[in-house]
């Protein structure tokens, strides 16, 4: 019996464990951002809500590292993470939040509703800022260090076991 | 009458998809003024994926977010910039995942090398057949019968 008969059952079988392993591996269905360690592109967005001030790419240079949520009032795990941002919030973050095809109505009444853990909140009324920052949809958390440059992203509404996460993310960033 | 009434109706129609309140942004169901650029952009986008609705194009998507990326694609190719200078900065911030336009990398380039390989073992196997077969005379290709 010549050996080469052998080649193709091998083959076979390596295809087979090589699905076998693919299926047992946990699927992965999130689009990560390629851009962290890159500066936040220069932006200036208008105020979200009746209450707080605008955002613009300054305000992440003043040397403290923040929290940049994106999100909608219009978005249900939103609300879902509304009492972690505030427990990040009492833990001394500063929250940025950038809040994607909003009214400022429905803004207000969010806020109203679940609380207002944010230092600002710009309008993004076309998503411009959330694509230029591989952001793919709300609600996603990036921590940006003091001088502007993206270091970590949250994708996905904020659990309880991640704020001690987020928190020891802001430490690294504020080295 | 009626029927034109309910077609109007129709065209008029937004998508259903939108969760939010807001009009779209403006270049995401209008053509540019310019059929080249617009020609230009439409190509691009059926090859760039929807962030949303993975399986679709943002040129077939009715997606908010699509919406806008297809509004990006307009705007940056009115302004002039080359559809592949489009794709790379999409590419920028969502790795190759937003594009469907395959592309030779590190981690592909066997896809492109093993279907080369294969052909040349197949041409080399045949050869070798062939050869042996118009070798030994009696053992031509296509026997009298088959002719």
């Keep these: ?175 | 009458m009626r029927a034109l009434a309910l077609f109007l109706a129709a065209m008029l129609a937004m998508p259903l998809a939108a969760q939010d309140t807001l009009p779209p942004a403006p270049y995401a169901y209008q053509q540019l003024e310019d059929p080249a650029q617009e020609a230009k952009a439409m190509e691009l986008m059926h090859t760039l994926r929807c962030l949303k609705c993975q399986s679709q194009s943002i040129a077939d998507s009715d997606a908010p977010m699509a919406g806008d990326m297809r509004h990006q694609v307009r705007t940056r190719i009115a302004a002039g910039e080359d559809p592949e200078a489009v794709r790379q900065w999409l590419v920028d911030r969502y790795g190759d995942y937003v594009s469907y336009e395959p592309r030779m990398t590190a981690s592909t380039w066997p896809l492109f090398a093993i279907p080369l390989l294969l052909l040349l073992v197949a041409g080399a196997i045949l050869w070798k057949r062939i050869g042996r077969r118009s070798e030994g005379g009696a053992g031509e290709l296509f026997e009298e019968a088959d002719v």
């Design chain 1, 1 to 175: 019996m010549r050996w080469t008969l052998w080649v193709p059952l091998l083959l076979f079988a390596f295809f087979v464990g090589l699905a076998g392993y693919q299926l047992s591996q946990p699927k992965d269905e999130f689009i990560h951002s390629t851009m962290i360690g890159k500066p936040l592109p220069v932006f200036e967005l208008k105020p979200a809500s009746s209450s707080l001030p605008g955002v613009s790419t300054a305000d992440f240079r003043d040397g403290k590292p923040k929290l940049l949520n994106i999100w909608a009032s219009w978005c249900l795990p939103c609300i879902a993470e509304a009492p972690q941002l505030e427990a990040l919030r009492e833990a001394g973050v500063e929250i940025v939040g950038v809040a994607i095809r909003d009214k400022r109505e429905d803004v207000d009444r969010f806020l109203e509703a679940h609380g207002n853990p944010y230092s600002r909140i710009g309008a993004d009324h076309i998503s411009a800022i959330q694509l230029e920052i591989g952001s793919s949809g709300v609600p996603e958390t990036f921590v940006i260090d003091g001088q502007g440059i993206i270091r970590h992203q949250h994708i996905g509404d904020l659990r309880a076991e991640n704020v001690p996460e987020l928190l020891e993310n802001l430490r690294e960033a504020g080295q």
